[in-house]
Antibody, heavy 115, light 112 residues
């Protein structure tokens, strides 16, 4: 059974950092392209970042709204994908989901940026 | 960026009737391989999004054949036949033709 579990969310002040982890199991992670998607309190879905697999040189792509502040990475030995979020803004407040192939999603982790 | 614009449904839809959700993209989603890179998702309250169709019209594993996707390069429709209570939620279209990947704003479906 495919499982994706996000952790690392919480309440953080503007300007601070947070690192999200998505631990996976049940599929060949090393071949997978992984994405992070967030959902704002207004329920709008926004794609955040993608990381491809080793055969694609672990290429990464970002939404303009997070480029330069967020970094997606992966550890194939741990079947995990990460989202390092720096210089957080209030508008980054959202539920953050990781997804594989758009078919499998985690339950999400809530990030709240507020002073 | 490719902008995805979704239509509004005349809610609620009576159980057993059909519902069609529309989505328009600001640029063609047809890639050079001939496939149309358009996904449809359903998000039920309190749940993560669920993939319904990809490549515009291919149903995802386990998805009922009551769901069917169609369209052209820039105009798309998700038809739900014989709607049931379990179909209630918000439907999102998404283009995966080019980066940045973008979603529509969602279309709410209520069942009567």
């Amino acid at each position: 059974e495919v499982q994706l579990v996000e952790t690392g969310g919480g309440l953080v002040q503007p300007g601070k950092s947070l690192k999200l982890t998505c631990a996976t199991s049940g599929f060949t992670f090393s071949n997978a392209w992984m994405d992070w998607v967030r959902q704002s309190p207004e329920k709008q879905l926004e794609w955040v970042a993608q990381i491809k697999d080793k055969s694609n040189n672990y290429a990464t792509y970002y939404a303009e709204s997070v480029k330069g502040r967020f970094t997606i990475s992966r550890d194939d030995s741990k079947s995990s994908v990460y989202l390092q979020m720096n210089s957080l803004k209030e508008e980054d407040t959202a539920i953050y989901y990781c997804t594989w192939s758009w078919l499998h999603w985690g339950q999400g982790t809530l990030v709240t940026v507020s002073s | 960026d490719i902008v995805m614009t979704q239509g509004v449904l005349p809610n609620p839809v009576p159980s057993g009737e059909s519902a069609s959700i529309t989505c328009r993209s600001s640029k063609s989603l047809v890639y050079k391989d001939g496939k149309t890179y358009l996904n449809w998702f359903l998000q039920r309250p309190g749940q993560s999004p669920q993939l319904l169709t990809y490549w515009m019209s291919t149903r995802a594993s386990g998805v009922s054949d009551r769901f069917s996707g169609s369209g052209s390069g820039t105009y798309f429709t998700l038809k739900i036949s014989r709607v049931r209570a379990e179909d209630a939620g918000v439907y999102y279209c998404q283009q995966v033709r080019e980066y940045p990947l973008t979603f529509g704003s969602g279309t709410k479906l209520e069942i009567k």
